[in-house]
Every structure is written in structure tokens, then in C-alpha cells.
């Protein structure tokens, strides 16, 4: 037996029902995040949904909060884009994605910084500019590269790729916190 709900989910006959109502998806956006938490949220997400692949992530996080005045929401946006990228990237003889989160400094004009190193990737010069400069021309394997950029303008940070001896490190410089207290 069925009962009927109404819109706001209660039972419309009045009568009591374990049935639960559904939770507004508009939530509030938090504007001042911890990096580190986002970074490990995201983590725990792909691998819920078996996004990883089998594939090892290694972490290397401060002790101390890394706080980002940021959409927390385009935060983990951003990461959800680069490590889904990486591990679709990445060539199954290569160690582990690693993840790097840097603090901003003491003075407040530098801000947090996050890298997701590719090991064993390395992009031409062509795809680098094309997710850096004009993401319509991206092809469909850098196409998650230039929608995070996109996202990284909009909150206000940059997002950079660099060549390294490991593969491709895509870096992430999020805004200057500013001087907090003085």
C-alpha cells in the first residue's frame, strides 16, 4: 500500500508514514574552505562512485587548515574535473596521481595552491594552449582541463600546466586571502 505525498513530501492522507521528504538541493554556498578537506571530500566521492579505477591517489597535505575564501562548490567542482582527468590520463604502467596542497603564505598575498601531478603524461604544446587559452578548440580527452579552468577564472584564481620530470602538473593558485587581522 502506497500513500500519497504532497509537495512538501508528508503523507497527504495525514496519517503517520515513515516516508521521508526530500532535502532542498539550494543549499547555502560556504565561502571559506579548508583545501585539504575539499581535496579529501572529492577523493572520497570519486571512490564511492568507482571513479578511481583501481587507480592509488597519494595525498600530501599540511597539518594546519588551508583555508581558501572560495565557492566551496566550484572547489570541489575544480578537483572532481583534475582527478577524474588524471586518472583517465594517466598510462596504466605509472605510479600513483598525487595530490599537493601549499598553504598560503603568512602575509597573505600569495593564496593556497593545490597540484595534481599525471605521472607518465605529457601534453603537446598545441593542447596546452588550447586548455589554457581557447577551450572550444580542446579535444574530448583535455576537455575536463579546460571546463576546471574555466571554473578556476571564475573564482578568481589560475590554473596553470607545467612539464616535470614525473608527467603533467596541473596547478591551481586560489586567491590572496589577504591580510585577515592587523
Not at 2 to 25: F, I, N, T, Y
Request: aromatic share 2%; hydrophobic share 45%.
Amino acid at each position: 500500500m502506497s500513500a500519497a505525498l504532497d509537495a512538501k513530501g508528508s503523507p497527504a492522507d495525514g496519517g503517520s508514514s515513515s516516508v521521508q521528504g526530500l532535502e532542498p538541493v539550494d543549499l547555502p554556498d560556504v565561502f571559506q574552505v579548508d583545501v585539504a578537506v575539499s581535496v579529501r571530500d572529492a577523493l572520497e566521492l570519486l571512490g564511492a562512485t568507482r571513479r578511481l579505477h583501481g587507480v592509488e591517489v597519494t595525498l600530501e597535505l599540511p597539518e594546519a587548515p588551508v583555508i581558501a575564501r572560495v565557492s566551496r562548490r566550484r572547489l570541489e567542482q575544480v578537483l572532481l574535473l583534475l582527478v577524474a582527468h588524471a586518472v583517465d590520463a594517466m598510462t596504466p604502467e605509472a605510479p600513483a596521481v598525487r595530490v599537493v596542497v601549499d598553504p598560503p603564505d603568512d602575509f597573505g598575498d600569495v593564496g593556497p595552491r593545490f597540484q595534481v601531478v599525471i605521472p607518465g603524461v605529457n601534453l603537446s604544446e598545441r593542447e596546452t594552449r588550447s586548455v589554457v587559452l581557447s577551450p572550444l578548440r580542446v579535444g574530448g580527452p583535455q576537455r575536463r582541463l579546460a571546463r576546471a579552468r574555466e571554473l578556476v577564472d571564475a573564482m578568481g584564481g589560475e590554473l596553470s600546466l607545467e612539464q616535470l620530470d614525473e608527467g603533467t602538473g596541473v596547478s591551481v593558485q586560489l586567491p590572496a586571502p589577504g591580510l585577515a587581522s592587523f
